[in-house]
């Protein structure tokens, strides 16, 4: 398969061709949740080992904060530029950090890298939607989600077992020396399979949107950091940050208003389809990170549990997640209905997390399993139903930049989440861990060293009486977390109970486009031009449309929209 197409020639979305490209985003999407599960079961070990247990939230705020920044940027440019070199960039910058992250010698150091390589995550997660948006029609989208369910569900198997093989046998480092050969098999695949068209840019960058809206997103995230700490919101840093996120969002909206070609244009917010499916995402992401987040370290730490089976706990979650994920896929290609999907999942979520408030050290693993499993069910009726709606509730030229806005704000949610609920769970954590250490006889000084340090394998050294605390301590820490995560889920099942229903397009994003030819008839043309019949291929002028040998005054495919979310292909007789 060659990596460009000949001047001329059209892209032919042959259902063959729709797989070899698929490949390749799968061995992106293998590279990013691989990654994942294999740092979120190393986590409470590296945290330990460079001693950054008191800021363990940065490594996750810091990843999510890159991600949430770039989305919209590589939506857009995506839109405006092709999708295929910049997929290959992303793989080429996550490759780069994880080798970062590897050989840094302290915490902040290794922060930094941690956020590098959300840069290449955020475009992993965009890309890939947006490029099977092109590829696949709306009314057969769900059905492809499939493979990426089952990445995901390998990932959810393979990557606590290895993440807890490299922790318990070899060293943290290795969670990250494993990224080198998958990133270079994915940028291989990568190269040779995702056969893209690539555009020149027609209207100017909107580089102060970028820039405003990186700002916004920075100090929104320094604003619930800070806040969240004890005594934060009454911090004058805390209100700096705070002032410099309205400062910001005001300067975006002006320019977006004014920009020739705005990275999110307002007029998405009319939309209210995309409005309410944006708004879910929101609200999902609060709940869904800030969860996941902490739950394998309570694992590991209140259960007394190695590394490796913590993250095989959330093996759970995953069937769950890819369980319905796969159905509810399955069966909005099959029926075209999807309403009842996110509704069913946000119940699912709320009556998750009202059990999970029930969390103590005595709670037997099957319990945790059985609520990670009705956690996992819910998320996968909402997730990928999302994103599906938004696509095709906006014209194919904004599909790249609708599908990066709903992951943005899911990911501002998802760092609203972990800051805030984070900081609630590491500032009670921190307490209740100082009243352990001093009880047992420690100085302040000496409970805060030790805080710092403090790994499972370290936990298991102490006093058996000192253990108890400390497990006790994480339990009492984490449950009640839950019980501020449940409104938000009440927000999202209210949202989705008024979502508003419109056809799912037949036409995928490139056809629609004028970029390439699907169906029987790029079958027929891939047929002929296989047979050796040159004439017969179709070819495309600059305006977009194809032209193919008719009769003297010649056919020509015309490629019209019939409105958000519709599509439809014809011949013109001219």
């Known amino acids: 398969m060659s990596t460009a197409l000949k001047a001329g020639e059209p892209l032919l979305l042959t259902q063959k061709r729709i797989w070899i490209i698929f490949s390749a985003l799968i061995a992106g999407m293998m590279l990013s949740s691989l990654d994942q599960t294999i740092v979120s079961t190393a986590m409470p070990t590296i945290v330990g080992k460079l001693g950054g247990v008191a800021h363990q939230t940065w490594i996750t705020t810091a990843y999510l904060l890159a991600t949430t920044i770039v989305m919209p940027i590589y939506g857009k440019l995506g839109d405006m530029l092709g999708r295929r070199n910049l997929f290959l960039a992303a793989i080429a910058i996550f490759t780069l950090a994880s080798i970062g992250c590897a050989f840094a010698t302290d915490f902040w150091g290794f922060v930094i890298f941690r956020a590098i390589q959300g840069l290449g995550g955020g475009g992993l997660m965009i890309l890939s939607q947006a490029i099977i948006a092109d590829i696949v029609p709306a009314n057969e989208r769900g059905k492809y989600m499939g493979p990426l369910g089952a990445i995901f569900g390998l990932s959810a198997v393979a990557g606590p077992l290895l993440g807890g093989y490299f922790v318990d046998h070899l060293t943290w480092e290795w969670a990250f020396y494993i990224n080198i050969p998958i990133g270079i098999a994915a940028f291989i695949v990568a ?12 209207r100017k960058i909107d580089y102060l949107g970028v820039v405003f809206l990186s700002i ?19 911090s004058p840093t805390t209100w700096s940050w705070g002032a ?39 609200v999902l992401g609060m709940g869904m990170f800030a969860a996941l987040a902490f739950v394998p370290t309570f694992l590991q730490m209140s259960s007394g549990t190695s590394a490796a089976e913590s993250g095989l706990l959330m093996l759970p979650m995953m069937v769950g997640l890819m369980g319905t994920s796969i159905w509810s896929g399955i069966r909005m290609s099959k029926t075209g209905k999807y309403k009842s999907f996110p509704i069913i999942g946000s119940v699912l979520t709320i009556i998750a997390m009202l059990w999970m408030t029930s969390l103590s050290a005595e709670t037997p693993i099957w319990v945790i399993c059985a609520q990670l499993f009705v956690f996992g069910a819910g998320l996968g009726f909402i997730m990928q139903i999302v994103v599906i709606v938004v696509q095709n509730s906006v014209p194919p030229a904004q599909i790249g930049t609708a599908t990066s806005t709903n992951n943005y704000f899911r990911e501002v949610g998802s760092a609203l989440g972990v800051a805030v609920f984070g900081a609630m769970f590491t500032t009670r954590l921190a307490e209740s861990l100082t009243k352990v250490f001093t009880e ?6 000496e409970a805060g060293s030790s805080m710092a340090s403090l790994d499972p394998q370290a936990l298991h050294q102490l006093p058996q009486g000192v253990q108890e605390g400390i497990i006790n301590a994480y339990a009492d820490s984490l449950a009640p977390v839950f019980w501020y995560l449940i409104p938000f889920m009440a927000i999202a099942l209210v949202l989705a109970i008024f979502m508003k229903v419109i056809p799912l397009s037949d036409t995928s994003g490139m ?12 079958e027929r043309l891939e047929a002929e031009r296989f047979a050796g019949k040159p004439a017969a291929a179709a070819s495309f002028s600059d305006s977009g449309d194809f032209s193919h040998p008719g009769d003297a005054a010649g056919d020509t495919l015309v490629l019209t929209q019939d409105g958000p979310g519709k599509g439809s292909h014809g011949l013109r007789h001219h």
């Open 191 to 202: 190269f040779f399979a995702l056969t893209l068209p690539s555009k020149k840019a027609t």
């Open 244 to 282: 410099g996120l309205i400062a910001a969002v005001a300067l975006f909206i002006f320019t977006e208003s004014r920009a020739e070609d705005p990275i999110i244009p307002l007029s998405l917010f009319k939309n209210p389809i995309f409005l309410n499916s944006t708004a879910i995402g929101f």
């Open 440 to 445: 047992a006889g420690s100085s302040s000084a």
């Open 216 to 234: 916004a997103t920075t100090c929104l995230i320094f604003f619930t950091d800070f806040g969240g700490k004890s005594d934060g919101w009454t």
């Open 511 to 522: 056809v629609a486009r004028g970029e390439a030819i699907g169906g029987e008839e790029a």
